[in-house]
């Protein structure tokens, strides 16, 4: 498992596993985190990051209702 160097809002550094970086980021905890694949800290403010998607907001229409309302009318042949 990789981990991330992070720095507190009261500058003191830490370390995290990946995944639980994003949990860090929503609390509010992050000032600045390294990114290895730029080799340079990110300020969260400041630079492009990656949202957490949010699930809730899927808009998809669901695929088995058009289905669920022919069984439901006996339609379905």
Known sequence: MAFIRFKHQ???YDIVRVNGLQLCLDRGMVKEFFRPSERRWIDPLK???RK?????TFTMPDRRSNIQ?????????
Request: aromatic share 4%; hydrophobic share 15%.
């Open 47 to 49: 630079d492009p990051i």
């Open 10 to 12: 009261d500058d003191k």
């Open 69 to 77: 309302n022919q069984f439901q009318n006996g339609v379905r042949s």
């Open 52 to 56: 957490r998607s949010d699930s809730s």
